[in-house]
């Protein structure tokens, strides 16, 4: 089943979308700053979002891999 299809692979996807933004950006900042509109910036927001809620994120991550291991 596709990504698209099942709510929780779709979750999936966007924390990890989250979490390599930020990773990028905080090792090139200057690759996400550059692309702030666009497509490419989809992946600014992305930083963004998890520099701001990195808890969140972070309880979001623990709570997808404990659905992964017992589900």
Known sequence: MSALFNFSALLQVIVLLICT???V???WPAI???NKVGVLG???KAARIGERLSPYVS???FLIAINQLFG
């Open 25 to 27: 950006h905080s090792l």
């Open 21 to 23: 933004a930020t990773y």
């Open 32 to 34: 996400l700053d550059k």
């Open 42 to 44: 989809l992946f600014w």
């Open 59 to 61: 309880i979001a991550c």
